[in-house]
């Protein structure tokens, strides 16, 4: 018998011999069965919705995390989902429907001004924390979920309550929810992207659309359901504080299982503190574990520092050529950033030509300085040495360093005129 190919449908697929027989001479086709192939070929149904609801080529197609992720944003999406049905009755009742005291205009008075006040609040919104939902997408994805659980809340709990004030409650609680809808749609693109490795972003995007349609579908039916079994307000509260519990819960287990690569300010401190203390460089599974969702930070520096400012920051701090040369010839002529410290912060001043990577040594610098304030021209090329062996370390755990999400303004200069 002669093997020709061997064959294999991604790293999960059945294997399949094309071989010759030693009495014939036309090629075979000869599957290599497993247990685990042997029950997907019997269940149709697993194949089916494989292939529906996941990326091509999955699990290779995209990242380690993927799975876990799904599986808690399904169960959020689900309870979700259970909420608005609850709220939605509540809406339609706090606005008048069924009421013979009120009429279609004033409902629809009602409405255009909730709606209304949703789309300034999206405008607003993204343009006040538009470039902080890459730096911090897991935290603002936390937050997204939990104002719409809040505004959820209000419409359960406090509009039954005080029906004549429908109209600004619903304005209100809308506002909230135009903020879920930037912040959530938002950073949903930015782990989506996480999620694609193959570059394979559409793909991975409406699969995963596909797939919360499917959960709202089924969990819209469930709300209906326990709509007509809810028979007093004391059970609907009831309900709806368990199902926001589990809500809440589900987001924290699906943003604690990104494993994002990315350097943010609070990764890289992690990472920074581990390395400035012994020498080592935690994986990114590491640093994700200990990095803080909800809010404040693991680490955080004695100064804060800004990347990026207007070199006006530091002739109004220092005012003297000569202390600013000497600022300047701290560094060594081929680098792309300069460090000086004010009173309010540790300006980070960067160059025409600074590339993501300069970014992340600028401010491996900085933290340095903030250790130890010696002058960085008598430690500079200790420090240089340092960051190689970052550097080195950062990329052999698989960490990517032509990139990064640190906050940067945009003021560059040249200083080498």
Request: glycine residues 6%.
């Amino acid at each position: 018998m002669k093997i020709h190919f061997r064959e294999q449908y991604g790293t999960k697929g059945e294997e399949i011999l094309y071989v010759t027989p030693a009495d014939q001479t036309n090629i075979v086709r000869v599957p290599l069965r497993g247990d685990k192939l042997v029950i997907q070929e019997k269940f149709l149904l697993f194949r089916v919705l494989q292939k529906i609801f996941l990326p091509k080529g999955y699990p290779d197609s995209v990242s380690e995390d993927y799975a876990a992720y799904q599986i808690w944003d399904t169960a959020q999406a689900f309870c979700s989902t259970i909420c608005g049905t609850l709220c939605t009755h509540a809406i339609l009742k706090g606005i008048g429907v069924g009421s013979e005291n009120i009429n279609a205009y004033s409902a629809t008075v009602t409405w255009i001004l909730k709606e209304g006040s949703g789309h300034v609040g999206r405008i607003f919104f993204a343009w006040w924390q538009g470039s902080q939902l890459d730096v911090d997408s897991k935290k603002w994805r936390l937050r997204a979920d939990f104002l719409n659980d809040l505004a959820m809340g209000i419409e359960i709990y406090v509009l039954p309550k005080y029906p004549h004030l429908s109209t600004q409650i619903l304005c209100g609680s809308t506002l909230l929810k135009a903020i879920v809808g930037v912040a959530g749609g938002a950073t949903r693109s930015a782990l989506t992207q996480h999620h694609a490795v193959r570059g394979n972003l559409a793909d991975v995007a409406s699969k995963d659309s596909s797939q919360e349609t499917c959960v709202n579908l089924v969990a819209s039916f469930f709300g209906l359901y326990l709509l007509s079994v809810i028979k007093s307000q004391a059970v609907l509260y009831t309900i709806f504080y368990v199902v926001v519990t589990l809500h809440l819960y589900s987001n924290l287990k699906a943003v604690r299982a990104v494993c994002l690569r990315t350097f943010n300010e609070s990764r890289y401190l992690i990472a920074l503190e581990e390395f400035f203390r012994s020498s080592r460089m935690l994986s990114p599974q590491q640093v994700n574990a200990m990095e803080r969702v909800t809010v404040g930070k693991t680490v955080s520096v004695s100064l804060n520092v800004k990347l990026g400012l207007s070199v006006k920051a530091l002739i109004d701090e220092y005012k003297s050529s000569s202390v600013i040369d000497n600022i300047v010839s701290s560094f060594d002529p081929h680098e792309h950033f300069i460090i000086a410290e004010s009173k309010k912060c540790l300006g980070v001043y960067l160059h025409f030509d600074t590339r993501p990577q300069d970014v992340l040594k600028a401010y491996f610098f900085a933290v340095s300085y903030l250790q130890d304030r010696n002058q960085i021209k008598e430690k500079y090329w200790d420090i240089q040495t340092k960051w190689q062996e970052f550097l080195g370390l950062a990329q052999q755990e698989g960490w990517m360093i032509h990139q990064h999400l640190l906050m940067v303004d945009e003021f560059r200069l040249d200083w080498k005129v």
